[in-house]
């Protein structure tokens, strides 16, 4: 059976209880904390599965903890290629799963946030549901096609992940675009809306990433076809 993988980084979260009120909402959960991600599965008092990272940003008796409730802790240097969020995801993809959800991504360092977003542009993430969620919505990247559900007058922003994006289609948008291009340098993506219950998008070439918020009522949600 597929499973569902939710990662937790080491950015900002006001709420870290989420963690286990989603998990519940998955049949087959599994919890990845990368690095100092391990101090939120502790807040939520939930256990992972597998701790990540340098183990610079978690205290060694909290790592002792998990490993005798039955964590995997595997350590890597402080000096590597990989940040910990990226050895989090690689790990998080070994087990096949049908969907990943990052949480913490954002905020703090914003060399750190960025990072997080550009993972989303990663190969090695086109072949997985993968979005970043955080307290006012989430971040996913689209490459073909996705249904945006929530509620109307919800926000949606656009942005290229790549050096150009074309063929954007926006159907059930407050302003729809047919087979657009989008560059970075020029964000005219920014403070879409949903026109209704739900939003189309579609791209030709490229990878677009969404930023979908749910402040203006309901739960933000998004299918990627």
């Known amino acids: 059976m597929s499973v569902s993988v939710l990662v937790i980084s080491g950015g900002d979260m006001a ?4 963690i286990g009120r989603d998990m519940r909402e998955y049949s087959s959960p599994v919890l990845v904390c990368a690095d100092g991600g391990a101090r939120y599965a502790a807040a939520a008092g939930v256990v992972p599965a597998a701790v990540i990272g340098d183990m610079d940003s978690v205290d060694a008796e909290l790592l002792s903890y998990y490993e005798s409730r039955g964590s995997v802790v595997i350590r890597y240097p402080v000096s590597k290629n990989e940040t910990d969020t990226e050895l989090a995801l690689r790990y998080a993809l070994s087990l096949e799963p049908k969907e990943i959800r990052l949480y913490a991504a954002l905020g703090g360092r914003i060399d750190h946030t960025l990072a997080n977003i550009s993972l989303l542009s990663s190969s090695m993430l086109r072949c997985v549901d993968t979005r970043i969620i955080d307290d006012r919505g989430e971040l996913f990247a689209v490459d ?20 150009e994006v074309s063929g ?5 948008f407050e302003y729809p675009l047919c087979e657009a291009t989008m560059e970075p340098g020029r964000p005219y993506g920014i403070s879409n809306r949903l026109a209704g219950t739900e939003g189309r ?8 990433l969404v930023i979908h918020y749910s402040d203006a009522g309901g739960e933000a949600g998004a299918t990627s076809m």
Do not use: F, H, K
Request: proline residues 5%.
């Open 15 to 18: 709420d870290p209880d989420r």
């Open 144 to 163: 073909d096609r996705a249904v945006v559900r929530g509620s109307t007058g919800q926000t949606v922003s656009l942005l290229p992940l790549t050096t």
């Open 168 to 172: 954007i289609t926006l159907e059930g």
């Open 201 to 208: 998008i579609q791209v030709r070439s490229g990878r677009l």
